[in-house]
T-cell receptor, first 117, second 119 residues
């Protein structure tokens, strides 16, 4: 079974600085998708960024980018120019490329990010 | 506006009571999901449904039940058999997860959640 591990329960960053959140996963599959979700204090889950395993290029969405290392099974999230609104829980998630129940999301336990003014 | 709605936002249950959490979506998604979130636990899958009139147990289905009579609706009932129901419950939906080999993100879109507290 696949697992997702976020080894940093809490992180802190100064406003305007850069922070990297770690995520590792375990799978024997070669084709899959990876996601980062943000959950602010409102508790609404928001998709931040996504990555296909067979794409070499790291995904980027404005200030958010990932460092996808397939061989190392690592999928870290980098937030540049951190803003107060970035303060939230961040969840890393894995989804198999196969259908059926294998296509369900598997979440890590999350990293709580604080942003200091 | 397309989206997912959950009601109520807050729900209080007395011990021994069954309660039902509502989840509705107008995204025309085939698949719907229920998750439970506890502090430090991330999201755990309770039930999911890929098509109408069909649903499957997730990782922590004991003490819960669901129905999927309409594409738009996927209510979750927390029964008295659920020993520790106090938690935050999230509903999500996605396009049909599809067959093996289909290439699609199929990302899940989430509702705002329901906070259930047992009195």
């Amino acid at each position: 079974a696949q697992t997702v591990t976020q080894s940093q329960p809490e992180m802190s960053v100064q406003e305007a600085e850069t922070v990297t959140l770690s995520c590792t996963y375990d799978t024997s599959e070669s084709d899959y998708y990876l996601f980062w979700y943000k959950q602010p204090p409102s508790r609404q889950m928001i998709l931040v960024i996504r990555q296909e395993a067979y794409k070499q290029q790291n995904a980027t969405e404005n200030r958010f980018s990932v460092n996808f290392q397939k061989a190392a099974k690592s999928f870290s999230l980098k937030i540049s120019d951190s803003q107060l609104g970035d303060a939230a829980m961040y969840f890393c998630a894995y989804r198999s490329a196969y259908g059926g129940s294998q296509g369900n999301l598997i979440f890590g336990k999350g990293t709580k990010l604080s942003v200091k003014p | 506006d397309g989206g997912i709605t959950q009601s109520p936002k807050y729900l209080f249950r007395k011990e021994g009571q069954n309660v039902t959490l509502s989840c509705e979506q107008n995204l025309n998604h085939d698949a719907m999901y229920w998750y439970r979130q506890d502090p430090g636990q991330g999201l755990r899958l309770i039930y999911y449904s890929q098509i109408v009139n069909d649903f499957q147990k997730g990782d922590i289905a004991e003490g819960y039940s669901v129905s999927r009579e309409k594409k738009e609706s996927f209510p979750l009932t927390v029964t008295s058999a659920q020993k520790n129901p106090t938690a935050f419950y999230l509903c999500a939906s996605s396009i049909f997860p599809g067959l093996a080999g289909q290439s699609s993100y199929n990302e899940q879109f989430f509702g705002p959640g329901t906070r259930l507290t047992v009195l």
